[in-house]
Each structure stands twice: as C-alpha cells, then as structure tokens.
C-alpha cells in the first residue's frame, strides 16, 4: 500500500487518551479500519519506563495482527528497540536529521505548522507531515494558534506534494474539510479513543470518497 493510502486514517494515541484498556481501544479502532497507529505515550499521568515498554509491545503486537504500520511518537529509543516501523516527531522534539540518520529507512513523520517548517522538514528528510491543529482541541496543551484547514491548502499552493496529515479537533463532522483543503488524511486522538464506534464511521467517510458506489 502506498504511504498516502496508510495515511487515511491514522489513530494517535497513549494510554492518558483511554477511557479503558488501550489495547482494546486500538483493537476496536483497528477493527474499524484505522490505517495506520502511532503510539504516543505523552501528558500527565503517562506511563514511563519498562511500563511504557510493555504497552508499546502489546500494541505493536496488535497493529501487526491487521498489518497496520506502528510508529512510536518522539522516542528513537523505544522505535529501535522494537523495530517499528517508523517515528514521528515535533518542531519542538530531536534534532529532524539526527532523527533520520538514526533510523535509517524507517518512515518519518514531522509535525508542521506553516508552509516554512514544511519545506524545512522535507529538507531535513520528512516522509510525511502532520499539519495542525486544524480546529480547537484540548488533547495538547502547548497547540499553535489555529489556523484551520487553510493551512493545508497554503502549503499544497507553495508546491508541497509530500503526504499530508491534518491534526487537531477533528471530528466526524470535520474531517471532509480536511480532506478536501488537501490533505491526504486525518490524524485523530480522541474522537477515536473516547467514542467507540468513531473510527469505523470515519472509515467509511473517508472510503465514500474513493467509491461513490459504496454503502455502509
Ligand atoms: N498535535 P485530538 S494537535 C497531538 O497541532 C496533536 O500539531 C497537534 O488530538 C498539532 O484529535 C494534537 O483529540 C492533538 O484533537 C490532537
């Protein structure tokens, strides 16, 4: 599968995100047809150490039961030990070219805000952006100003064709404007891991648009 098609639908979440046991979160959202997890194990009361070790494993553990890539969220460490499949980082997290030249061909993902940290983290060996917030979210304390699905066009006008990734409040009802301001898909924290059902709703949302003739 190409990376803008793993892209669609891609569930981020740690344990602070869960109303209930993580893993049966990411199996349910796995189930309804996440495309690809990232493993972020951030905010108050995270766990750290060998119990962060032990979710992350059972985690990779499930992704690999449906063949969807786990990336681990700022941590080369823990990405290396486990040999997943890729890593994302922030503007504020590693150095973005240290990162790469650690993990060699794994995917790369870097968080931008603006068509400048997009170019600069292509530059700097991005295989895909995550591009928020695009609507008010309290998931992430230290959010930019948001700038809205606009961004995404801004930064597909300056010639950017890498894969995209909106982030940041989007919910069931939101989502179809990410998508059409540019985006090839939606990153997602809580209207996944707090509302069960949603990722089985956003995957057919997002399947309608390749096949007009599908129906849930
Ligand atoms: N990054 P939810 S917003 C992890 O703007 C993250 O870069 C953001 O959570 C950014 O889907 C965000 O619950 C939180 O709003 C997304």
Do not use: W
């Amino acid at each position: 599968m190409k990376l803008k098609e793993q892209l669609e639908l891609y569930f981020v979440m740690g344990s602070v995100n869960c109303d209930r046991d993580p893993r049966e979160v990411l199996t349910e959202a796995l189930e309804g047809g996440v495309t690809m997890f990232q493993f972020r194990e951030k905010g108050e009361p995270c766990l750290e150490g060998e119990a962060k070790l032990e979710l992350a494993k059972d985690l990779q553990k499930i992704c690999q039961q449906f063949s969807v890539p786990f990336i681990v969220n700022d941590d080369v460490e823990l990405a290396l030990l486990l040999n997943a499949d890729g890593v994302h980082v922030g503007q504020e997290d590693d150095d973005i070219e240290e990162v790469r030249r650690r993990i060699g061909t794994k995917l790369l993902g870097v968080s931008a805000h603006n068509v400048e940290e997009a170019k600069r983290a292509i530059a700097l060996g991005a295989d895909y952006l995550g591009v928020g917030p695009m609507f008010l979210t309290t998931t992430k304390a230290d959010i930019r100003k948001v700038e809205g699905p606009n961004v995404l066009k801004k930064i597909r006008t300056a010639g950017i064709t890498i894969p995209l990734v909106g982030i940041g409040g989007i919910k069931l009802n939101n989502a179809s404007e990410v998508i059409q301001a540019g985006a090839d898909g939606i990153a997602v924290i809580s209207a996944i891991s707090r509302v069960p059902g949603t990722a089985r709703k956003m995957s057919n949302l997002l399947r309608a648009r390749h096949d007009p003739e599908f129906v849930e």
